[in-house]
């Protein structure tokens, strides 16, 4: 049996320290575990950690493009990654700190789920990356 563990996802960017930033102030990823600058293929790059293992790549080079629509169901028309989802603890408490606190773009409010006992929302990054929060086992993640 082959065993492996989630380490990191990428996430092309066009503000690479705004970026940072936010992520930082948002989900507590504010240790740097690795910045790379490659000149020659016009690419500058920081992964960041924070508590609970998420571990993000920033990948910013110049000239790129947005993709990410504006709702969750929209951005499957294209076959790509959609969207990161985060578990959280308090959907309806993490839902109005990252919108009001944090300028994150409500996207959808938070609504049950498809199994019981699962809610869900989405809310996008200051650069319209969609970000899906799920809370699991009730109205406080019981």
Not at 74 to 83: E, L, M, N
Not at 98 to 105: H, S
């Amino acid at each position: 049996m082959i065993t492996v563990r989630f380490h990191h996802v990428s996430l092309s960017v066009a503000d690479l320290a705004a970026q940072e930033a936010w992520y930082g102030t948002a989900f507590g990823l504010t240790e740097v575990e690795e910045r790379i600058e490659m000149p020659d293929a016009g690419v500058r790059t920081a992964v960041l950690a924070g508590g609970g293992g998420l571990r993000v790549e920033f990948v910013q080079r110049p000239g790129s493009q947005p993709v990410a629509p504006a709702d969750a169901f929209a951005a499957t028309a294209a076959q790509t990654f959609t969207h990161l989802a985060l578990q959280v603890p308090d959907l309806d408490a993490e839902f109005v700190r990252l919108t009001a606190e944090c300028g994150a773009a409500a996207v959808s409010a938070p609504a049950a789920g498809a199994t019981e006992g699962m809610r869900y929302a989405y809310v996008a990054d200051p650069e319209g990356n969609l970000l899906e929060l799920i809370e699991t086992g009730g109205p406080r993640g019981a």
